[in-house]
């Protein structure tokens, strides 16, 4: 590694040259960062869902872990399958409102701690009832989130059936029960079959793990500084 890396390094956390020391990884763990490479390849292969649709999950995945590596990799690649900047747009919005619904949701947990509500399952669909609290208690926020809510999950540019597609791999990102549960349900409404969600899961599951995949260029930077 350069001298001049290893000094632009301690300042700019984020260049897109760092991403070139990737392929190092190749040769510090070989077996690891092929079998990688295999089901990353494999995840965002045409299959049930298209490229194009995929990449738009992986774009709104990207946002959602914060990666701007994956985010730069995901854009490109989905461009270059056909997605348009209104496309790519909705998808952003779609994991905005994913991944700001998630903290509100988990808002209801928040309400059973305050309440000192002894309960030993801290997961329960019952408890999702306890949203509409915040309407009383924040009524302007809670119903400009609702509303925000709807309009990025509306038909427009997108299907429904492919913004649910899009928030069902965003809810497995943020690892929020409740949005999974509802998420889940609205894409089977939309006509989402089991073998498309599960193609929707596995790109989110390779995305989040490409997020700390990306991220080991950094590590190699700070360990080589």
């Given at each position: 590694m350069s001298k001049e890396v290893l000094v632009a390094s301690k300042e700019a956390l984020y260049q897109k040259s760092y991403f070139n020391r990737l392929g190092e990884l190749s040769g510090l763990a070989p077996d690891a960062f092929k079998a990688f490479v295999?089901?990353?390849?494999?995840?965002?292969?045409?299959?049930k869902l298209s490229v194009k649709l995929k990449e738009l999950i992986a774009i709104a995945v990207a946002h959602t872990t914060g990666c701007p590596y994956c985010i730069d990799v995901h854009?490109?690649?989905?461009?270059?399958?056909?997605?348009?900047k209104e496309e790519l747009s909705e998808a952003i919005l779609v994991a905005t409102a994913l991944k700001a619904g998630s903290a509100l949701a988990h808002g209801v947990n928040a309400l059973n701690a305050y309440d000192e509500i002894e309960n030993e399952e801290l997961y329960k669909a019952s408890y999702f009832n306890r949203?509409?609290?915040?309407?009383?208690?924040?009524?302007?926020?809670?119903k400009a989130f609702v509303d925000f809510d709807g309009q990025s999950l509306k038909e427009s540019v997108?299907?429904?059936?492919?913004?649910?597609?899009?928030?069902?791999?965003?809810?497995?990102?943020?690892?929020c029960a409740y949005c999974i549960d509802i998420h889940t349900k609205a894409a089977?409404?939309?006509?989402?079959?089991?073998?498309?969600l599960t193609e929707s899961i596995f790109v989110a599951?390779?995305?989040?793990?490409?997020?700390?995949?990306?991220?080991?260029?950094?590590?190699?930077n700070a360990y080589d500084s």
């Open positions: 295999q089901f990353d390849k494999a995840a965002l292969a045409e299959g854009v490109n690649a989905g461009k270059a399958a056909g997605v348009t949203l509409k609290e915040f309407s009383a208690l924040n009524g302007d926020a809670f997108l299907s429904v059936k492919e913004k649910e597609l899009i928030a069902v791999a965003v809810a497995h990102t943020t690892g089977k409404k939309a006509g989402v079959t089991k073998e498309e599951t390779a995305l989040k793990a490409g997020s700390a995949l990306a991220h080991s260029v950094n590590a190699l």
